[in-house]
């Protein structure tokens, strides 16, 4: 897979670095919470409990290095989901990092942002975090393999969920890593359909790392699907913010 993993890692680059000072909004809360398999890095504003709850489900973040090698450490060098979480209006808003990123856990290992990125027990552990604040219907939004978690848990019904929203949305990974000629994420699950719920899918123009022939190829419904002019993987997306936060 070195020809996807180098374009993934480049597009990092572009995206910019998360440094030590990056402000957390005096709303949010930083917490780490233990599921049965992986420790999970939250940040969490819950101003009203009985409002619906927004979550914001990272991609894969630094998953390999410029050599097309797993990374020593997932945590996504760009602060661009967290960024959209934190700006969010809406009451309760989560941003949900994705195991092994921002933490140090003995149950990492290189093959859970590798191969089995979209593992059972990757998708158990954020379906957990998830049903914690579950008492209403969920708003998931997911970026690129975050998309293929949101996806997972939708179709799960273990959680009932209000909309979907899904940006440069990973769905099915066999389609995707055949389309870069690599290799398949052998020890993890795939994602056949979504659940009839309110949902939209943004794809950038530009994107070289999920084209939006991929999305479309899918998602199966022009209607539900939004090409963003201009933007690649990891930049251009300002312009759908304030429909992403509106939708509800």
């Not at 914690?132 to 996806?151: D, E, F, W």
């Not at 943004?202 to 539900?224: R, S, T, W």
């Amino acid at each position: 897979m070195k020809k996807l993993f180098i374009c993934l890692f480049c597009c990092l680059l572009v995206s910019g670095c998360v440094s030590s000072s990056t402000e957390t909004p005096s709303k949010f809360v930083y917490k780490e919470i233990q599921t049965t398999t992986f420790k999970i890095a939250v940040w969490e504003k819950i101003t009203n409990p009985k409002s619906t709850v927004r979550f914001y489900i990272e991609g894969d973040g630094f998953a390999f290095n410029a050599s097309g090698q797993p990374s020593f450490n997932p945590t996504p060098r760009s602060d661009l989901v967290r960024s959209w979480a934190f700006g969010d209006p809406n009451d309760n808003v989560i941003y949900l990092a994705r195991p092994c990123q921002y933490v140090k856990d003995p149950k990492c290992e290189y093959k859970y942002w590798s191969d089995a990125r979209f593992s059972p027990e990757v998708i158990d552990s954020m379906e957990q975090v998830v049903k914690m604040y579950s008492r209403k219907p969920v708003v998931l939004i997911g970026y690129s393999g975050g998309a293929q978690i949101t996806g997972q848990i939708l179709m799960r019904h273990q959680v009932p969920v209000k909309r979907l929203t899904t940006v440069a949305a990973v769905f099915d990974h066999k389609s995707w890593t055949a389309f870069h000629k690599d290799r398949s994420l052998h020890e993890s699950r795939n994602l056949a359909l979504l659940r009839n719920v309110p949902q939209m899918h943004y794809a950038g123009e530009k994107d070289k790392v999920v084209p939006p022939a991929l999305i479309m190829e899918f998602v199966q419904n022009k209607h539900l699907v939004t090409v963003v002019p201009g933007a690649t993987h990891g930049k251009g997306w300002d312009s759908i913010l304030t429909k992403m936060y509106l939708a509800n």
